[in-house]
């Protein structure tokens, strides 16, 4: 059985904990946040933007902590499930791994790169392992492109354009800051940055155009630039003023045999255009919001309890993602290509 303690109570917290009760051979032991009324099970003012809203939990045979250093202390606890603000992953991460445990941290892996090369660092000098997640790849739609990439079923990948837009979140406090969650760009587009260095691998520039708040990229187009000229990849990502706006998610990806498409705001299902000119509508298996993320624990889990790495929740993955975020936040500052 792997224990796991979870730090972190609120709205990623809570959803780790929904997914880790469907796993088999996994059980939350331990929980650690600053909120005493969290440490007694009212997790009923947890609310997001998707899933079940919080309720009533019982922690009874669960340790419950307010201070990190003892959740890192208890020898029950396996490895540790970090779903803080992400300008404590860095802080926290590295402390875990000190302490000698495995570390499962919620994206971005940090908000500064020097930051997450350090964590992963940490994690290769402790010997235990550093997974982040980035929970993308564990949605059908993105699962498919994946698996079609690695399988080459529709031959070679040619590039592709990926868009993620939300309104602006106005509720949320210092959102537009580097320190804190580095605004659209680390904290909406570093999902697409990590899917297409996970596809393509690492480019060698990128070429981005955006406007900006008090500094930070508030919407932004941007080109991959590769070693091969015919590999053509782009994204738009970022927020628009407008309430009405939904959130709005999508992908067009170029393989030699097929198009493959899919967006959410329209509704259009995942459909793959072939060479011969026929169309598929691949179906999937029924799931809820929850589901996207018991898929990336299971992978999580599995790795942690065979001493190994995910090759898609890898550290090094996800601190190149926080890498080519950042040269973009450069570009668009510079009006110049940067390069890796």
Known sequence: ??????????????????????????????????????????????????????????????????????????????????????CAHAEKTIAALKAGKNVFCEKPISLQPNDAVNMVATAKESGKTLMIGHVLPFFDAYDFILKAARDGRFGKLLGGNFMRVISDPFWLTNFYNMSTSGGPMLDLHIHDAHFIRLLFGMPKAVRSLGRSRNGVPEYFNTQFLFDDPNLVVTATSGCVMQQGRPFNAGYEVHFEKATIFTETFTGTPVTVLHADGSIEKPQFAPGDDVSPFVNELTEATRNIAAGTTSPILDGVLARDALVLCHKQIESINSGKEATL
């Not at 996994?26 to 650690?32: H, L, N, S």
């Not at 009212?42 to 079940?52: A, L, M, R």
Request: net charge negative; charged share 25%; hydrophobic share 40%.
């Open 1 to 86: 059985m792997l224990k796991v303690g979870i730090t972190g109570i609120g709205f990623m917290g809570w959803i780790h904990y929904l997914a880790y009760q469907r796993l088999e051979g996994v059980k939350v032991v331990a929980i650690c946040d600053t909120i005493q009324e969290r440490l007694k099970g009212d997790w009923t003012k947890i609310k997001g933007n998707f899933g079940p809203q919080g309720t009533m939990v019982d922690l009874t045979g669960i340790a419950t902590y307010d201070r990190f250093d003892d959740l890192c202390a208890d020898e029950n606890v396996d490895y540790i499930d970090i779903c803080l603000p992400p």
